[in-house]
């Protein structure tokens, strides 16, 4: 592998390593999406056609009893060879998973700028199948708990604009990073229930004050303003306008506030504002 890893560092200049190692450059550009994923639903799909194939044999009563054997014993044969190859691809993923749990650890902290410009745009542009993969990538980096590897700053600065990635792009090329952006939002969704335990355990002091918070079957979808109750009649208003009443807060909100890890250190407020005419 030495004279592989030699050639690797001709790749980048020299302080381009100091955040990054050969051995992750290697590790990624060596890797495809048949290694991180099993396509499980193409070969069930395939293997149950073959079997209702063979079922129509068995319903084909112009056939010989001699023939319609024949013809099962070519599906055995054709029906086992799938089933041998996702056995071999899902122990190949397993074996790349615990290859890649031991690489994680040469990541470092500060390389998140240099992965997204090294290793992820180069690669998502190429083909629908290479985006994918790069998302895939790094969805198996995410769950094999990577330590210096922080999904959130990845997301944020692929999704915090897009405007300059998508001038540089041909017309295949913008097809091709718009799918990779697609399915990061499908997996950002995916993650999207670990939020509410998340929100609980960091709020458990509140939780235990407050009996109203928000439950989990409610976290999802976002409730509707109840309608008004009174119609304001100040005459400052328009007509036919309806005002919302004004709940005041109660000692506990404000106990709560007080007591919250982050509402708590607010900054004392200026008795009066001079504006400067």
Known sequence: MSPVLDFVKTLHLQPTWEDMTPQFNLTFCSLSMSNLQVPEVAYKRHIEELEHEMTQIDERKELIAAKQRKEKEKIYIIIDK????????????????AWLNIERNKIKAETISEYLQFYIFPRCLLNEIDALYCVHFIRVIHDLVTPNFSTIICYDRLFSDISYSLASCSENQAIDYRRFLESLLETIMNHRHHLFASAKCYCDGLAQKRRDMI??????????????TSTSNNSNNNAGTKMNPIVTPTIGDTNNVNHHPILSDTQPTPSSITRSK
């Open 82 to 97: 799938p089933k041998e190859e996702l056995f071999k691809q899902k122990e190949h993923v397993e074996r790349v998973r």
């Open 215 to 228: 439950e989990e079957s409610q976290f999802h979808s976002v409730p509707e303003r109840p309608p008004p």
